[in-house]
């Protein structure tokens, strides 16, 4: 099955620098991967996700990019704030599948922002 | 359109106690699924259910069983619960578009404490 490992598992920037956290996958054939951002005590929300038929995909300060040959993706949060802090999850799946049971996510990745 | 809600919010259990965790979606949204979430360890997937009818085992299945009671409802329940099963609990539904997957929608999630 998929394994996800994510680095670093804390990580601490100032208001304004750039922020990227780092996943790799073990399950060639997975083909989509999500963002998760999690405050505290609040549910997961999606923030942004990529398919394996591109290799970046950027929304305002927030980008993904994807390595299929590596099989690493990452997060980039550029000119970060205080409301970027949060939790952090990446996910790997087939995709294609509707069920998406093969799912799995990364340990977390704490971003604190300091004003 | 409220999501997914869950219930309870936060339960305390003796060791031995049995309880039902509830999730209910109105976004008729085919897959849903649980998830534990423990410090350090991202989340884990403890049983989904791909269809109303259809239920199946997930990483961490040991000591839960599920019931989809239709295609809005699926809930957890624990037995006979015990310390290990201490953690918050997410129920989420897999929002699909053009049979593609775009991740999940989480709940609010459950924080279960067992003593």
């Known amino acids: 099955g998929e394994n996800v490992e994510q680095h670093p598992s804390t990580l601490s920037v100032q208001e304004g620098d750039s922020a990227v956290i780092k996943c790799t996958y073990s399950d060639s054939a997975s083909n989509y991967f999500p963002w ?5 005590g609040k549910r997961p929300q999606l923030i942004i996700d990529i398919r394996s038929n591109v290799g970046e995909k950027k929304d305002q300060r927030i980008a993904v990019t994807l390595n299929k040959t590596a099989k690493h993706f990452s997060l980039h949060i550029t000119e970060t704030q205080p409301e970027d802090s949060a939790v952090y999850f990446c996910a790997a799946s087939g995709g294609s599948r509707l069920n998406n049971n093969d799912m799995r996510f990364g340990a977390g990745t704490r971003l604190t922002v300091k004003p | 359109n409220a999501g997914v809600t869950q219930t309870p919010k936060f339960q305390v259990l003796k060791t031995g106690q049995s309880m039902t965790l509830q999730c209910a979606q109105d976004m008729n949204h085919n897959s849903m699924y649980w998830y534990r979430q423990d410090p350090g360890m991202g989340l884990r997937l403890i049983y989904y259910s791909a269809s ?3 239920t199946d085992k997930g990483e961490v299945p040991n000591g839960y069983n599920v019931s989809r009671l239709n295609k809005r409802e699926f809930s957890l329940r624990l037995e006979s619960a015990a310390p290990s099963q201490t ?6 539904s897999l929002v699909t578009k053009s049979s593609s997957n775009y991740g999940y929608t989480f709940g609010s999630g459950t924080r279960l404490t067992v003593v």
């Open chain 2, 52 to 54: 109303e009818g259809t």
């Open chain 2, 87 to 92: 953690s918050v609990y997410f129920c989420a």
């Open chain 1, 36 to 40: 998760y951002k999690q405050e505290l």
